[in-house]
């Protein structure tokens, strides 16, 4: 009955949506608003179950994946956000032609996808994780098939994933012939024995963290990332840079720890110079944007990078840096997307250029404002509250002695800050455009009103609850 | 003392405030605004009436832990207090030369304000590394605004250039700070003061600490942002710009650079004085010819500020206490001439020289008060101006002669563009009909000048009101300094240790 338990979050998840399935195919459109609702609440009671067993069963399945803090803390941050982007969706789809009810359900799918993702300790689960959440995901990308920026972004996104799945394979593939083992640990006893001087791992180690790579739109695997954002539906974006992201940086951090842990010197190299290349170029890269999706893509290039800074910080400390800074990135980037959606021209028609915010603090204060909070928190500008997981992440690289590290991706921000200044100056400075329609949702408002007021100067009193459930989550690891 | 957070208050307070602003109308955000700060103010009052110069160094003291070394920890200490005192008589102040020349979105702007307000006081009070970074960097986000919004034609540029100039000086603060935590294990700004860093670590930690100060403060060469964001500015956010920001650069060197890294502080003594001995030479130079009375002004705001880094870095009790006085003085003066240059902006709104001129004749009030600004601002014995001036040239001149001379060169300068200015404005034949027919200053503009008009003359007669809550603390940071200090080129290295000696018997 161990594994029943531990592993109840998912299998609620997986038979509900299934039974979801059904009803959606044989209700059809009708059951859209019951479908998302239960789905919702399929998450919620997932998330509510995270206080049981889950988070403190230790291995099951044989070892197969692992119920620990750490997997219970990833989850966590998984299944809401999860619910967010379900809820966002509500009076999206409804528009177009296409049969929302699926919707919902696809989330489902990879919501679970992803449980298996931060839980697996063994590199098969690892693989079985990350390719149900993709596929769901392709389909998720290009969910408006009528609509030829929705179906390109589907398309790219399929076959580079696919490519990523391959090279993913690939490493996995060496790795098992060079180790014979697929487990985590397994796989650190031999990288102690034989230290990073075999070719072979070597090798694997590097096919490995380049698929993973991919996963989290790391440079110089982040290609796909603003064409993605832009072309697919934007509630499929917020989930995309939200729920999948945390997953795949969870899946690296516990791989790097617990399965490369005795190389932490061979990958420590390649994750630096991800870091400073996304942060980098994450930062260069938007300054021309116009589109508000693709900017927010490259802020997640951006943001990514600073998750690794605390990756390549390694131990308990560099761990729990990378939790930490990944829950409050999810809280500023949901709440950027749910503004993102708000965004329609007088006709209810979606809008996604830059241009159309001009002015946007006269017509709506309480909008602006709340966008405003998003800009300046993920831009790490004190007093919001996204300042603090910058400054857990750079402790951490400090504390690891990696100071020229921590210099060079906190000169970094400063380059990212323009283009969120942007974003309010053409807010605040410019002078008004035509007003949007204003939004039917209540729902999304108290969202939006919620993470603001999490990511506002209000957030510094979660730090130490937010950094002792960190710690607790990085310890599990070790 | 009893149990009262005074300081919690007087950062919750303008807060609050500034909430209620956002749901008001216009006329009721002015009063809103205007009732927190002299709230702030009477606060403040208090602070002073209970301080204890001599007494316990931090005083008003609050600690509640956070999170692992973070804590919300406030305190203050004479410095401190001062500067804190200069903040909360400024601010009614602003609220009320913005009363009736801000008429766009006013519960806004009296919002930025009143979180302005917040942020500063809490910079001085912050005792809390982290803490203080997060005052001190939460200042550009309203400050941003008050430019970017509410300022002149070329607003968006000048407050880029502000906020992007401050963040890149303050992030590499920022990882110095990290360093200093993880090495020392503390948070605590008065424990960091006792702690020696090692030499070699202090040189880094220094010039990161110098990256922050130097642009707030803002030192030759790189101040360039500062006219921009002077000029573009409303008048209000150049009285807090001048006044209260470009004071916690000399408050940072002054808390941090000086007694927690006193050896690389002696090391770059030379650095600091060449630096300060351009800026004064050059600012004032470029004052000079400045067309835009506003520009004039914050050039010359650069080289006061040069004299802060003089009287800071000569190591010695008068250098260190002119440095500050400099630096209230300055707070009050050029606040005080920015609001000047305001109430003729508001009558003609045009800042060009050349348009008025003669306005002694019709506006003897105006005149009269900026006569005294003026002169103040020179430097003449009596105001402000002359104590923080000359008590620094006397730190300056032990230290280094050439320093010495060209900060005296800086003074004869600042004569020259101050009194130019004065004359081209006030005196002579009005240049344009409109400035012939200006009437003079109204009750509310004499209510907000006549009040730092007091305050100059007050320094200027009995500086010792100012300087005995600062005594102790600047005999600290010399004691701490003292087995640092450069010998100096001003007298021979035998006679040194005799000065020291002098010292240890003036204690």
């Keep these: 009955m161990n594994f029943f338990q531990a592993e109840l979050p998912e299998l609620i998840l997986m038979i509900g949506a299934i039974v979801l399935m059904m009803v959606a195919a044989i209700a059809g459109r009708r059951s859209t608003p019951a479908v998302s609702w239960l789905s919702v609440l399929l998450l919620i009671v997932a998330t509510v179950l995270l206080f049981g067993p889950p988070s403190h069963a230790g291995p099951v399945f044989g070892g197969l994946v692992s119920a620990d803090a750490f997997a219970a803390f990833g989850k966590a941050i998984i299944f ?27 989330i489902l799918f990879s919501a679970v996808g992803m449980g298996v993702m931060v839980s697996a300790t063994n ?6 994780g990350l390719e149900l959440l993709s596929l769901a995901s392709y389909v998720l990308a290009s969910y408006r098939r009528m609509d030829d920026r929705s179906a390109e972004a589907g398309l790219k996104y399929f076959v580079l994933g696919a490519l990523a799945s391959g090279i993913l394979l690939y490493g996995i593939s060496l790795l098992y012939g060079f180790t014979g083992t697929m487990t985590y640990p397994g796989l650190a006893a031999a990288f102690a024995r034989n230290g990073a001087h075999s070719l072979g791992l070597l090798f694997g180690l590097v096919f490995l963290l380049s698929g993973i790579a991919f996963k989290v739109s790391a440079v110089p695997f982040h290609m796909w990332t603003p064409d993605v954002y832009e072309g697919a539906p934007t509630p499929v974006t917020l989930f995309f840079s939200t729920a999948p992201k945390a997953a795949a940086l969870l899946l690296g951090v516990r791989v790097c720890v617990e399965g490369l842990g005795p190389a932490t010197e061979a990958w420590r190299q390649i994750i630096i110079f991800a870091a400073l290349a996304s942060i980098f170029l ?5 300054w021309g944007q116009t589109n508000i999706k693709r900017l927010l893509a490259y802020s997640s290039i951006n943001n990514v990078g600073f998750a690794l800074i605390g990756l390549a910080a390694g131990g308990a400390t560099g761990a729990s840096s990378v939790l930490f800074y990944i829950a409050v990135y999810v809280v500023m980037t949901l709440g950027a997307f749910l503004c993102v959606l708000w965004m329609r021209d007088e006709n209810g ?6 241009a159309s915010l001009s002015g946007l603090s006269e017509s709506r204060p309480a909008f602006a404002a709340a966008l405003a909070i998003f800009m300046f928190s993920l831009a790490g500008i004190p007093p919001m509250f996204g300042f603090w997981p910058k400054l857990v992440v750079f402790n951490a690289a400090i504390h690891a002695g990696l100071v020229p590290l921590a210099v060079a991706g906190i000169l970094g921000t400063v380059i990212g800050a323009y283009y969120y200044l942007k974003v309010i100056k053409i807010m605040y400075l410019d002078e008004p455009a035509a007003p949007y329609a204003r939004s039917r949702e209540p729902v999304q408002g108290l969202l939006i009103f919620a993470t603001a007021l999490l990511v506002s100067p209000v957030g510094y009193l979660l730090i130490r609850p937010l950094s002792n459930l960190a710690d607790r989550a990085a310890g599990s690891l070790f | 003392m009893i149990g009262l957070p005074v300081l919690t208050l007087m950062i919750a307070i303008p807060l609050l405030a500034g909430l209620i602003c956002l749901f008001v109308n216009a006329s009721a955000a002015r009063w809103t605004a205007l009732i927190a ?10 602070l002073w009436a209970g301080f204890v110069p001599g007494g316990p160094q931090w005083q008003f003291v609050e600690h509640i832990a956070l999170a692992g070394n973070f804590s919300w920890a406030l305190g203050i200490d004479g410095i401190a207090l001062t500067l804190t005192m200069l903040t909360v008589f400024l601010m009614p102040i602003c609220i009320g030369a913005s009363w009736r020349s801000i008429v766009k979105r006013v519960p806004e702007y009296m919002a930025a304000f009143m979180l302005m307000e917040a942020l500063m006081v809490g910079v001085f009070a912050a005792q809390d590394l982290f803490l203080f970074y997060v005052f001190f960097e939460g200042g550009l986000i309203p400050m941003y ?13 000048a407050s880029y250039k502000f906020f992007l100039y401050t963040l890149l000086g303050s992030v590499l603060m920022l990882i110095a700070m990290i360093y200093m935590v993880a090495t020392s294990g503390t948070t605590s700004i008065p424990a960091l003061m006792q702690y020696n860093f090692p030499a070699e670590v202090q040189q880094w930690l220094w010039l990161a600490f110098l990256a922050s100060f130097a642009v707030k403060l803002p030192m030759w060469p790189v101040h360039t942002w500062l006219p921009d964001a002077h000029v573009q500015a409303p008048t209000a956010g150049s009285v807090i710009l001048a006044g209260v920001l470009l004071k916690m650069g000399g408050y940072g060197f002054v808390r941090f650079s000086l007694p927690m890294f006193p050896d690389a502080s002696a090391q770059f003594m030379p650095l600091m004085f060449v630096l300060s001995g351009i800026a004064v030479v050059y600012t004032s130079l470029v004052a000079l010819v400045q067309r835009d009375m506003k520009k004039l002004i914050a050039y010359s705001s650069v080289a006061h500020m040069a004299f802060v880094t003089f009287g800071l870095f000569a190591f010695n009790r008068q250098g260190i206490e002119g440095a500050l006085i400099v630096m209230l003085s300055h707070g009050l003066v050029s606040g005080a001439l920015f609001l000047v240059v305001g109430v003729i902006y508001d009558r003609l709104h045009t800042r060009e020289i050349a348009v008025y001129g003669g306005l002694a004749n019709n506006m003897p009030g105006y005149a009269l008060l900026f006569m005294l600004f003026t002169m103040a601002s020179v430097g003449l014995p009596g105001t402000s101006g002359f104590v923080g001036e000359f008590l620094s040239l006397i730190g300056t001149y032990q230290m280094s002669t050439w320093g010495a001379i060209a900060a005296t060169t800086g003074i004869i300068l600042g004569a020259a563009y101050m009194l130019w200015l004065y004359w081209r404005i006030c005196f002579g034949a009005a240049r344009t009909p409109e400035a012939a027919t200006m009437a003079d200053l109204s009750a509310r503009e004499w209510w907000l000048l006549a009040p730092i008009a007091v305050g100059v003359m007050w320094m200027g007669i009995y500086p010792e009101s100012f300087l005995r809550p600062m005594r102790a603390d600047v005999g600290r940071i010399v004691e701490r300094v003292q087995h640092s200090r450069p010998i100096g080129d001003s007298r021979p290295a035998g006679a040194a240790a005799q000065t020291i000696q002098v010292a240890g018997a003036a204690r």
């Excluded at chain 1, 999860?82 to 969706?89: D, K, L, P, S």
């Excluded at chain 1, 994450?282 to 938007?286: E, I, K, L, P, T």
């Excluded at chain 2, 700060?37 to 208090?46: I, K, M, R, S």
């Excluded at chain 2, 605004?145 to 540029?157: D, P, Y």
């Design chain 1, 80 to 106: 809401p956000a999860a619910a967010v982007a379900i809820i966002a969706a509500h009076g999206w789809f409804e528009r177009g032609t296409e049969h929302a009810a699926e919707y919902p359900v696809l």
């Design chain 1, 123 to 128: 590199l098969m689960t690892l693989y079985i």
């Design chain 1, 282 to 286: 994450g930062a260069v890269a938007a």
């Design chain 1, 349 to 354: 028609e979606p809008v996604e250029t830059l």
């Design chain 2, 37 to 46: 700060t002299f709230l702030d103010l009477a606060l403040g009052v208090y």
């Design chain 2, 145 to 157: 605004l008050i430019i970017g919004v509410w300022g002149g034609v070329e607003r968006v540029k």
